[in-house]
């Protein structure tokens, strides 16, 4: 064999090995560098743009609208920010309903006649034909509005220092109410007609407070009345029949 054919031989050897130790380094790079399959990579750029922000919940993208797109049902997407941020036509509603419409006046007494006083009314006094020893009082609305009268004449005769006690048996079903010029009745027992009364004496002055601290001065019949421990009064009537009944 020449020497040139030998050296080409040898040649070739080392080419054929150069390319081996070559491919031999390109496979094991590949495996140390470890990378990944084209479906991981696919998978993994999936996995991105599905990400959801940290704590936000599904859907809230839809909900911001901040895309303006047009929901299944045509509306548009800006429906979202007026859902989201809690505008919208009927915000107002709420605040009228608990602010209220009114004006702000108590009208729950609103009709009920207030009480009268000393100036409203003109009260008379005059004997009873029957029974005997008895007073009829008369309570007469001379103000321009319906007031109602207390439940009975606290009457005070001279200088009594307390007021007579009423007959619970002539109590009415309500306060007797005067429309202006319409009277009131109240019967009073002056003294006992057999003579069972105690410590009588004869007066000429009569005083009948009111609720309101007013008090009426009453003109009793000429000569005076006699009072004694008998002394009883009833409850205001709008009829003076039934005053005198007791």
């Known amino acids: 064999m020449s020497a040139r054919r030998i050296t080409r031989t040898r040649l070739f050897a080392a080419t054929t ?40 919940a599904k859907g809230d993208t839809d909900k911001s609208g901040s895309t303006g797109s047009t929901g299944s ?21 709420g605040s009228d309903a608990a602010a209220g419409t009114g004006d702000g006046s108590d009208d729950s007494d609103a009709g009920v006649p207030g009480e009268c006083s000393a100036s409203d009314v003109r009260i008379t006094a005059a004997n009873a034909p029957r029974p005997i020893n008895h007073l009829l009082l008369t309570a007469t609305n001379t103000g321009a509005k319906t007031c109602s009268l207390p ?35 109240a019967g009073v027992r002056l003294s006992s007609g057999d003579g069972s009364g105690e410590n009588g004496y004869e007066t000429n002055t009569l005083t009948i ?38």
């Open 73 to 93: 049902d045509g509306s548009n997407g800006s429906a979202g920010n007026d859902k989201a941020s809690g505008s919208g036509s009927g915000s107002g509603s």
């Open 17 to 56: 090995v150069a390319l081996a130790a070559l491919s031999l380094t390109a496979c094991e790079g590949d495996e140390l560098t470890g990378s990944p399959a084209p479906d991981s990579a696919t998978s993994a750029t999936a996995d991105v743009n599905n990400a959801q922000p940290a704590g936000s």
């Open 151 to 185: 439940q009975y004449p606290a009457a005070r005769f001279g200088e009594a220092q307390s007021v007579p006690p009423v007959a619970e048996s002539s109590k009415p079903q309500s306060l007797t109410t005067l429309a202006p010029g319409e009277s009131g009745y």
């Open 209 to 246: 407070p009111f609720e309101d601290g007013s008090i009426a001065t009453v003109k009793l019949p000429s000569g005076g009345v006699y009072v004694d421990t008998a002394l009883t009064v009833t409850y205001w009537q709008t009829d003076a029949s039934n005053a005198l009944e007791y």
